[in-house]
């Protein structure tokens, strides 16, 4: 399960066959896709929700929300998925194929597994790779979501948008179901996740962290209740 408010989010990454879209031919290569998203909630373009606004600016039009006005959904995971959650650093600045294509790069095969290198040491390397990326494209003229939703909005803007990126993977390592049943098969000690986390700036985005460890509490607590 995940509960999210504003314009953070997070991805669900999967290594396999990629479902068919928009009519497309049929492919039996393995790549890494996005398998599950978290919507962005904003009052309008670059006005999230946020819970503390009414308190600093008590006569907005862009009035603060409560945490009942999240968005929250369950998400089915298997063995071998990744969570990236993320800051709107990230979301405006990296377009999904580009996310899709780093770690298709890094890891055409899947997740390595000759020993060369620990998987902390593997997810540090991946998520430090996605930070630099979309630190990257912040602060240059690629076009970018940021832009393009700019754009669709009737404002004029060019490439990225300079903001501090946080950003933490995890690895599920258990299958994970909102169906309890598969869970049955998988006691709490064998549940492992390996975070790691990347952040360019010098302050902290609580709101990513708070989405991520709901999160884990959710699961945590779906599988000791099993």
């Given at each position: 399960?995940?509960?999210?408010?504003?314009?953070?989010?997070?991805?669900?990454?999967?290594?396999?066959?990629?479902?068919?879209?928009?009519?497309?031919?049929?492919?039996?290569?393995?790549?890494?896709?996005?398998?599950?998203?978290?919507p962005?909630?904003?009052?309008?373009?670059?006005?999230?929700?946020?819970?503390?606004?009414?308190?600093?600016?008590?006569?907005s039009?862009?009035r603060?929300?409560?945490?009942?006005?999240?968005?929250?959904?369950?998400?089915?995971?298997?063995?071998?998925?990744?969570?990236?959650?993320?800051?709107?650093?990230?979301?405006?600045?990296?377009?999904?194929?580009?996310?899709?294509?780093?770690?298709?790069?890094?890891?055409?095969?899947g997740?390595?597994?000759d020993?060369?290198?620990?998987?902390?040491?593997?997810l540090?390397?991946?998520?430090?790779?996605?930070?630099?990326?979309?630190?990257?494209?912040?602060?240059?003229?690629?076009?970018t979501?940021?832009?393009?939703?700019?754009?669709?909005?009737?404002?004029?803007?060019?490439?990225?948008?300079?903001d501090?990126?946080?950003?933490?993977?995890?690895?599920?390592?258990?299958?994970?179901s909102?169906?309890?049943?598969?869970?049955?098969?998988?006691?709490?000690d064998?549940?492992?996740?390996?975070?790691?986390?990347?952040?360019?700036?010098?302050?902290?985005?609580?709101?990513?962290?708070?989405?991520?460890?709901?999160?884990?509490?959710?699961?945590?607590?779906?599988?000791?209740?099993s």
């Amino acid at each position: 399960y995940f509960y999210n408010i504003g314009d953070s989010g997070l991805y669900i990454l999967r290594y396999g066959v990629p479902p068919v879209k928009n009519g497309a031919a049929a492919s039996s290569t393995k790549e890494w896709f996005i398998r599950d998203y978290t919507p962005k909630q904003c009052h309008s373009f670059n006005f999230p929700f946020q819970q503390e606004e009414a308190q600093k600016r008590p006569r907005s039009p862009h009035r603060s929300f409560k945490p009942a006005n999240g968005s929250a959904d369950s998400l089915n995971v298997q063995a071998g998925d990744l969570c990236l959650v993320a800051s709107d650093g990230l979301f405006d600045n990296l377009w999904p194929n580009d996310l899709t294509g780093l770690v298709n790069t890094f890891w055409k095969d899947g997740i390595p597994t000759d020993g060369e290198k620990p998987l902390p040491q593997l997810l540090q390397d991946m998520v430090n790779a996605i930070v630099g990326v979309t630190l990257k494209y912040s602060c240059g003229s690629t076009t970018t979501p940021f832009e393009n939703d700019a754009l669709q909005n009737g404002y004029k803007y060019q490439g990225g948008k300079p903001d501090d990126i946080t950003a933490v993977l995890t690895l599920f390592q258990c299958a994970v179901s909102c169906n309890k049943e598969p869970l049955t098969t998988c006691p709490i000690d064998m549940f492992t996740i390996v975070v790691i986390t990347t952040e360019e700036t010098t302050a902290a985005h609580v709101d990513v962290l708070f989405l991520f460890l709901l999160l884990l509490g959710l699961l945590l607590g779906l599988l000791s209740g099993s």
